[in-house]
C-alpha cells in the first residue's frame, strides 16, 4: 500500500541545484541591489519635502488658493497610505522583482507628468499616481533586505538602509528651496527622473525572485480592497483637513470620521473572519506576539 506523506516537499537535484545559484548570485550582487533599494527610497522621501516648500509657487503659476494646492500633498498622501498596507498582497501576487520595477517606473512616469502638468487638477491626479508607485518603496524595499542578507549583516544594512531616509528629509527643503529659486518648480518632479533610472536600472538587472518561491494566484479579496481605501483614505483625508475645517463642525468631516470608522471595523472584522481565506491584509501575524509588541511599542 503506498504511502502518502504530508511532510515538506523535497528539492529535486535541479532544483537544489537552481536554488544555490540563485543563493550565489545573491551574495555577489546584493550590496548593488542594496545601493538600488536605497536610491528608490531616498528618491521617494525626498520628493515629498522637496514638493512641499515648492508648494507657493505652484499656487501662483497654477492660480489655486493655499487650500487648493495642499491638494499636491494630499492627494499623494491619501494614496500612499492605501496602497502602503497592500504591498504584502501585491509581490506575493507579482513577485517581488516585478512589484518593485513597476512602482518605481510608476513613480518616475507620475513625476515627469507632474513636471509637465499645466492644472491642478492634472498636477494632483499624477500626485496620486506617484503617491501608489511610492508605496512598495520603503516596506517592501526594507523587506527585501531582510530576505537578500544574512542575519549577522542585518545590523550594518538597517542602519545604512535608515540612514538615507533619515538624511534625506533634511536635504529636501534646502534642495527644494534652491531649485525653486534658481529654476522652476517643474523641476521638483524632474530630479526624480535620472535617480530613478539609476534605481530602476540596479533593481531590474540585479534582484531576482528566490527559484522556489511561487507566485500566490488566490482569488483576490475585493471586499477587504474596497473596505481598507474607504476607511483608510477617509480617515487620512480627516486627519489632514480636519484642522483647516474645524474638525466636526464640519459636516463633511463629521460623515467621513463616522464612514471611515465603520469602515475599518468591518474591514478588521472581515479580516480576520474564517471565511475569508485569502485577505489582502493578512492581521492573523498578530498572533505572534513578539510582532504585537513591537508594533504596539511603536504605536505608543
Not at 528651496?177 to 521638483?188: A, K, L, Q, S, V
Not at 525572485?209 to 474596497?226: F, K, L
Not at 498578530?286 to 504605536?299: C, D, E, G, K, W
Amino acid at each position: 500500500m503506498a504511502r502518502t506523506s504530508t511532510a515538506r516537499p523535497v528539492l529535486t537535484e535541479t532544483g537544489e541545484h537552481r536554488v544555490q545559484q540563485a543563493a550565489d548570485y545573491v551574495r555577489r550582487h546584493r550590496w548593488l541591489i542594496l545601493a538600488g533599494l536605497i536610491t528608490a527610497a531616498v528618491m521617494e522621501v525626498l520628493d515629498t519635502t522637496i514638493i512641499n516648500v515648492a508648494l507657493p509657487q505652484m499656487a501662483g503659476n497654477l492660480g489655486a488658493t493655499q487650500e487648493e494646492i495642499g491638494w499636491v500633498s494630499t492627494g499623494y498622501i491619501l494614496s500612499n497610505v492605501i496602497f502602503l498596507p497592500m504591498t504584502a498582497f501585491f509581490t506575493a501576487r507579482f513577485g517581488r522583482r516585478n512589484y518593485l520595477t513597476f512602482s518605481i517606473v510608476l513613480f518616475v512616469v507620475s513625476s515627469f507628468f507632474c513636471g509637465t502638468s499645466g492644472s491642478l487638477a492634472e498636477l494632483v491626479a499624477w500626485r496620486i499616481l506617484q503617491g501608489a508607485g511610492g508605496a512598495a518603496l520603503l516596506s517592501t524595499a526594507q523587506a527585501t533586505l531582510r530576505q537578500i542578507f544574512p542575519r549577522e549583516e542585518q545590523g550594518m544594512v538597517q542602519a545604512i538602509f535608515m540612514l538615507g531616509i533619515i538624511v534625506a528629509p533634511t536635504l529636501g527643503p534646502t534642495l527644494g528651496g534652491w531649485i525653486t529659486d534658481n529654476y522652476t518648480w517643474n523641476w521638483c518632479f524632474f530630479i526624480n527622473i535620472p535617480i530613478g533610472a539609476a534605481s530602476l536600472f540596479l533593481v531590474s538587472t540585479f534582484l531576482h525572485d528566490p527559484p522556489n518561491v511561487e507566485r500566490v494566484q488566490n482569488p483576490v479579496d475585493w471586499t477587504g480592497i474596497i473596505l481598507l481605501t474607504v476607511g483608510v483614505g477617509g480617515l487620512q483625508y480627516v486627519l489632514e483637513e480636519g484642522n483647516a475645517k474645524d474638525w466636526f463642525a464640519s459636516a463633511l468631516i463629521l460623515r467621513l470620521a463616522i464612514l471611515s470608522a465603520v469602515c475599518l471595523i468591518a474591514m478588521v472584522w472581515w479580516e480576520l473572519s474564517p471565511r475569508n481565506d485569502h485577505p489582502v491584509v493578512d492581521l492573523r501575524v498578530l498572533h505572534n506576539r513578539t510582532l504585537s509588541a513591537s508594533i504596539f511599542l511603536f504605536v505608543a
